[in-house]
């Protein structure tokens, strides 16, 4: 661990996307520049980062476990619509991957400059955009994600943690991630898992387009109604669905939020048995609720008992410019500030705003009144601050406004 003391009150945190920083910046960032990156953060006073090791299904760092992301043929050749962005960040990454393992170099300079290291795992995200980076997993147990309520169709990548088999292959991950020396582990319900039938739809657009005009599609355009209308109608796994029944004598429904609060209880489960790894370890478990998708019940989530029962840490809570706003959290989430325990303000910086505009959006969003509920702000993503280096005053302007209010 980094060793570095702290009761994690105001703490900076610094979420990196490592796939992104490869992909988007020039030149190749290894060592060298991952240091120069770290020893900014510690003059800038980031306290921790979260290290995104998850590409989709696959795992960026050198995993013993099956499913590294350069470790099989990937097949980014046979798509040639794709050439503009998958192939060469994949052939980037596969030069980087055999020349270090990048996940031993950012907890190594993680510790050197005194920040905490947290690898950082989505745990609903195990097929992504296309076939090419499905997990073995799911590739081998198609059934193991999401079932449609009734019908044999599954939201392929959207892990069932009702199956023990993906539990163990989770805390699998997790205690490899661990081995590491962190200081603990983020894991995420960020997802880029696509409702059924997109995925193929994508992928023969891709056949003989560049990905850049996907975006420009209804298919595309049509995303955010494809979610609403898979919501309450995905998670009708056959263990949970018959346990429910032997428990209650009824038949779980869409709107029965007995059925998705009793369907929450499997990831508490899993959590729970994470965190009692991640003790042995001397580690953390973070948590955080990242509602991008729209895919999650609202009852599905039980973050109080989360709390309360100290299953997880700390909360980084998505209170972003995409999301939602202090009069929703105190209306919706009100469990959120009247119970004990860690919690982070997850806030994203894009690069389409300047950093007025950002401030602008933030000071009127009204957020600034509840920034010294929490214990800490988290900023999302690394890459952007580096493209974009005037968007630095945004992250001050965060700081400064929790202080006044603390």
Known sequence: MSGKKSNHKND?????????????????????????????????????????????????????????????????????????????????????????DPMEVASRLCRKHGIRFYPWLTIYDDAGFHRMTWSNLIRKHPEYCWKEFDKDVYFHGTTS??????????????????????????????????PPGWTDEYMKFLLTHANAEWPKTPASRKL?????????????????VEAYRNKTGLDPQPDDVNWWKFRGGYLVDFLKKAKTLATRFKSEICFGPYHETGMYPKEFFDWKRMLDEKIVDEIHFGATDNFCGSAEVDVEYPWLFNTPGRKSYFHTVKSAKSAADHIKGFDASGNAQFLNRFDGITVFEAYILVLHPELWQFVEHLRKTASKTS
Not at 227 to 236: H, W
Request: aromatic share 16%; charged share 30%; proline share 4%.
């Open 224 to 240: 955010s109604e494809m979610f609403a209308a898979c919501k309450d109608r995905f998670g009708f796994d056959p263990p949970a």
């Open 161 to 194: 943690y009702a199956y023990p088999e993906v539990v163990e292959y989770r805390l699998a991950q997790i205690k490899e991630m661990l081995e590491y020396g962190c200081d603990g582990v983020y894991l995420c319900t960020r997802s880029h898992s696509r």
């Open 12 to 100: 900076l945190t610094m979420a990196i996307d490592y796939c992104d920083m490869i992909a988007f910046l020039d030149g190749v960032f290894d060592e060298e520049p991952i240091n120069r990156l770290f020893g900014e953060y510690a003059e800038r006073g980031i306290t921790a980062v979260q290290w995104r090791v998850s590409v989709f299904g696959k795992l960026l760092y050198r995993s013993k476990l099956g499913d590294m992301y350069t470790a099989e043929p990937f097949g980014a050749d046979d798509v040639p619509g794709y050439a503009d962005t998958i192939r060469e960040s994949f052939y980037k990454t596969k030069t980087l991957m055999e020349k270090m």
